[in-house]
T-cell receptor
């Protein structure tokens, strides 16, 4: 089956700096890559996603890039704010039903 | 607004007890999922269901079973709870390309 690896497991940045989280996947058939944000004590929520026919997608301060050849995708957060502090999960999916999640990155934005 | 609810936020059970965790969604989704979340291990899929009375094993089904008698309800069952099943359990429901999560049940097995 699919195997998703996520790095780093923890990340601390100063407010205003950028944060980058990287994921790799193993199954070249994966074609959908969502990112979830989980604030402390809350449920994971989808923040951005990308499909395999697109190389980059942006939504305000967050962006996701996908390199199909290398089988990796990344989440970029610019101008970080304290409310960006959370655990972020990447996932890969073949066909959009079953998701394979990474192990999570705990992001701390230091004011 | 999609709602996925779980029967309990916190649950404490004893070793050997039978435990039921229930999940209900109100969006008429075909797909429902049960995950457990442990520090450093992310979200691991226990079981999922694509339709009523249908179930498929995920990555870590041992010690668990599920029931889906109605489309909106997906139950996770621990037949005989053990201490290594102490965890956060998250239910999700979804249509193609998105999963909506419930608030989670933190289960402690003593």
């Amino acid at each position: 089956g699919e195997n998703v690896e996520q790095h780093p497991s923890t990340l601390s940045v100063q407010e205003g700096d950028s944060a980058v989280i990287k994921c790799t996947y193993s199954d070249s058939a994966s074609n959908y890559f969502p990112w979830y944000k989980q604030e402390l004590g809350k449920r994971p929520q989808l923040i951005i996603d990308i499909r395999s026919n697109v190389g980059e997608k942006k939504d305000q301060r967050i962006a996701v890039t996908l390199n199909k050849t290398a089988k990796h995708f990344s989440l970029h957060i610019t101008e970080t704010q304290p409310e960006d502090s959370a655990v972020y999960f990447c996932a890969a999916s073949i066909g959009g039903n079953q998701f394979y999640f990474g192990t999570g990155t705990s992001l701390t934005v230091i004011p | 607004d999609v709602k996925v609810t779980q029967s309990s936020r916190y649950l404490v059970k004893r070793t050997g007890e039978k435990v039921f965790l229930e999940c209900v969604q109100d969006m008429d989704h075909e797909n429902m999922f049960w995950y457990r979340q442990d520090p450093g291990l992310g979200l691991r899929l226990i079981y999922f269901s694509y339709d009523v009375k249908m179930k498929e094993k995920g990555d870590i089904p041992e010690g668990y079973s599920v029931s889906r008698e109605k489309k909106e309800r997906f139950s996770l069952i621990l037949e005989s709870a053990s201490t290594n099943q102490t965890s956060m359990y998250l239910c999700a429901s979804g249509s193609y390309n998105e999963q909506f999560f419930g608030p989670g049940t933190r289960l402690t097995v003593l």
